[in-house]
């Protein structure tokens, strides 16, 4: 069975500060990782996905990730946070062995201070 | 190109009532998810179809929920009997083997 657990539901910055959202997982196969990103009222869009290739990835908006795969780690940052981030954030993992069903963790909301 | 729809965006229904939600899957697309969100959670799924195949329902919370696409396309949920608890937000992801691109959710509002 596969888990998520995004430590802080409530992450509050100041604008221009770095972003940091933590994601680990919980898998006994090599997993897929995957942030979404929820603004109000929306449906998920994806930020970034990690599929075994470099473990540092790079997505959308100038949002990052790196997989370590010893600490199970799949932390998002962003060095400058903008006011426009403010947003849901959810961390994901699949499994190429269950069809690639997503399991999400619960989420962390992103408060950005001007 | 257009992305994943689903329609109605808002369903408000009494305790009791069927409905049915209406998922367009990215053309192309052979997989098809659906997850359901519950307020302040992320979301939990439900059902998963490759092709016109239910491909994994374990999600599905009892037999009161049922789910179709016959022509590997579109796909409806079903929800008969509706409780209070069925409130959510029901999300549709589809994929053509990568990442799951999801559409803008139907809340439904069980009163």
């Known amino acids: 069975a596969q888990s998520v657990t995004q430590l802080g539901s409530h992450v509050s910055v100041s604008e221009g500060a770095l972003v940091l959202l933590r994601c680990n997982y919980s898998?006994?196969?090599?997993?897929?990782l995957f942030w979404y990103v929820q603004y109000p009222n929306q449906g998920l869009q994806l930020l970034l996905k990690?599929?075994?290739?470099?473990?540092l990835v790079k997505g959308i908006n100038g949002f990052e990730a790196e997989f370590k795969k010893s600490e199970t780690s799949f932390h998002l940052t962003k060095p400058s946070a903008h006011m426009s981030d403010a947003a849901e954030y959810f961390c994901a993992v699949s499994d190429l062995n269950a069809g690639n069903m997503l399991t999400f963790g619960g989420g962390t909301r992103l408060m950005v201070k001007p | 190109g257009a992305g994943v729809s689903q329609t109605p965006s808002n369903k408000v229904t009494e305790k009791g009532k069927y409905v049915e939600l209406r998922c367009d899957p990215i053309?192309?697309?052979?997989?098809l998810y659906w997850y359901r969100q519950s307020l302040g959670q992320g979301p939990e799924f439900l059902i998963y179809f490759q092709g016109t195949g239910a491909a994994d329902d374990s999600g599905l919370p009892n037999d009161r929920f049922f789910a179709v696409r016959p022509e590997g396309s579109v796909s409806t949920l079903k929800i008969q009997r509706t409780e209070r608890g069925d409130s959510a937000v029901y999300l549709c992801a589809s994929s053509s083997g990568g990442a799951q691109y999801f559409g803008p959710g139907t809340r439904l509002t069980v009163l």
């Open positions: 990690y599929t075994s290739a470099a473990t």
């Open positions: 053309s192309g697309h052979t997989a």
């Open positions: 898998s006994s196969v090599p997993p897929y």
